[in-house]
């Protein structure tokens, strides 16, 4: 019997559901899938506002926050720019410990702005203490932080350099927390964040395509003054159509749909539920990497320090001798789809996304095979 290519099995067919374990975008639950299979409506007509009010509900949960949640039709990358173009005026601090934390510093370059990095080893956070010693020296206007750096698997500490950035009133916090949203607390409005953004194909396990930001009201007034924001990424502009339930372009109606079905997931998970399971595959990511090294000899390393691991991504080390590549190749001979290192640390380690809908037992099936590959 002939067997049938990946392109020709239906998107509720694919065989690899519990063992897609790259660091986004990630797998997609069936019931997801599935609820994009409805007829689209007029995003101009009372439809779309029904839709749009659900979606508000549930994306105001997921962020903590009173304020508005805007969609974007769009990757991430997109609301990185938004957030400079809106809320930066002329010179921005750059916190660094990363390749996407240095993406968002050039992101912001390209936009004409001056940019002073503030940068560490990779793997390594930032303190808050380091931040407000930077700010110190004055001039800046806005600051550029990621949460989960992805290429890491760190997590900075964005309340604490919030509470560092709040000390001066003229500087605004702009948070990048695609890998963050979704899978580690995040809370928008007690911690001061002055923009977070997040994507559609990562800890919230949807399809790529949507992406999600809030602005607090600082930083909303730094939007009505701005003179480069162009026209696509005007948050005045968002805001105001998403105050009668309407989006500033066509949206992605079907993904709407997957993102309504999926807060829904979320909500009778429970956030908190949903949170301690990231951190519980975490844990457990940590838990077999000592293992591999104290029991078996393998002398593997987390490259984020314990007690700042982001809980939705793990990058690990590899001894020398062994390469990123060749351990992504030969779990994909075993049916697992892993990531590789990103940028600077692709040869010298792999990552795990252990993020979206997956589950401890699912992970540990995967850490048994990187087991069998590394022994």
């Known amino acids: 019997m002939r067997r049938r290519s990946f392109v020709e099995l239906s998107p509720l067919e694919s065989t690899s559901f519990g063992r897609f374990f790259l660091p986004g975008p990630t797998e997609i639950h069936p019931e997801v899938l ?27 949960d997921l962020f903590r926050t009173e304020r508005p949640v805007l969609i974007s039709t769009s990757s991430a990358t997109g609301l990185m720019e938004a957030a400079v173009r809106n809320g930066a005026r002329s010179r921005v601090l750059s916190l660094v ?148 339930l309407q989006t500033p372009t066509t949206p992605a109606v079907s993904l709407m749909y997957a993102l309504a079905k999926q807060l829904d997931r979320i909500r009778l998970e429970g956030l908190e539920a949903r949170w301690a399971r990231h951190q519980a595959m975490a844990d457990r990511c940590g838990q077999w990497v000592d293992m591999m090294r104290e029991q078996r000899g393998v002398t593997l390393s987390v490259l984020a320090p314990e007690g700042s691991r982001s809980p939705t991504v793990t990058c690990v080390a590899l001894p020398e001798g062994t390469t990123g590549p060749s351990v992504v190749s030969a779990m994909k001979e075993r049916g697992f789809t892993i990531g590789g290192g990103y940028g600077k640390l692709k040869e010298a380690s792999f990552r795990v996304g252990h993020m979206g809908d997956h589950t401890v037992a699912e992970l540990d099936a995967v850490l048994d095979a990187l087991g069998e590959v590394l022994t």
């Open 97 to 244: 410990n990363g390749a996407f934390s240095q993406r968002f510093g050039q992101i912001a370059e390209a936009c004409g702005l001056e940019v002073e990095r503030l940068e560490v080893e990779w793997g390594q956070i930032i303190a808050a203490d380091q931040v407000r010693e930077r700010l110190a020296s004055g001039g800046f206007d806005a600051v550029t932080v990621v949460h989960s750096e992805t290429s890491t698997g760190a997590l900075n500490p964005v309340s604490e350099i919030s509470e560092a950035v709040r000390e001066l009133d003229d500087v605004v916090l702009l948070v990048d927390s695609v890998t963050g949203v979704g899978g580690a607390e995040v809370q928008t409005d007690e911690w001061g964040l002055d923009f977070v953004l997040t994507g559609s194909q990562k800890a919230l396990a949807l399809p790529p395509g949507l992406a999600f930001g809030v602005a607090s009201e600082r930083l909303m007034a730094r939007s009505a003054a701005a003179t480069r924001k162009g026209v696509y990424f005007d948050l005045v502009t968002f805001q105001k159509q998403l105050s009668n």
């Open 34 to 60: 599935s609820a994009q299979n409805k007829a689209v409506i007029g995003h101009r007509g009372p439809d779309i506002k029904e839709l749009m009010g659900e979606l508000q509900t549930g994306l105001r």
